[in-house]
């Protein structure tokens, strides 16, 4: 018979201290789609007449519009990720820390 194992559960102190359960790119994904919609909105509507002339006109104005307004919001959605997920714990040994802990 098969079975699943799971690892050992020790004293995983620099697991806990970099782990943070509730961090999400929710703040990222809504920002950056938001962004690059407002952005290519924006863009449509200040076009103007190009829009009705011709697409690929159009679209020259609309596309960068989108694009410079996807990055703004993810900016933006990053730093609400950031201040939502609130500090992070600072207790154990640094990530990336090779060094022998005192007593082991």
């Avoid at 359960?21 to 994904?29: F, I, M, S």
């Avoid at 919001?73 to 600072?90: E, F, N, T, Y």
């Amino acid at each position: 018979m098969v079975g699943c194992a799971a690892a050992p559960k020790g004293d995983n102190a620099v697991e806990e201290s970099t782990n943070r359960p509730n961090a999400g790119h929710g703040g990222k994904v809504v920002g950056a789609v938001g962004g690059a919609g407002a952005g290519a909105a924006m863009g449509y509507s200040s076009a103007g007449m190009l829009c009705a002339i011709s697409g690929p006109l159009c679209m020259i104005v609309v596309i960068p519009a989108a694009i410079v307004g996807g990055v703004v919001g993810l900016a933006a959605g990053g730093v609400v990720d950031a201040v939502s997920a609130g500090p992070r714990p600072q207790g154990g040994v640094p990530p990336g820390d090779t060094s022998a802990l005192l007593g082991g």
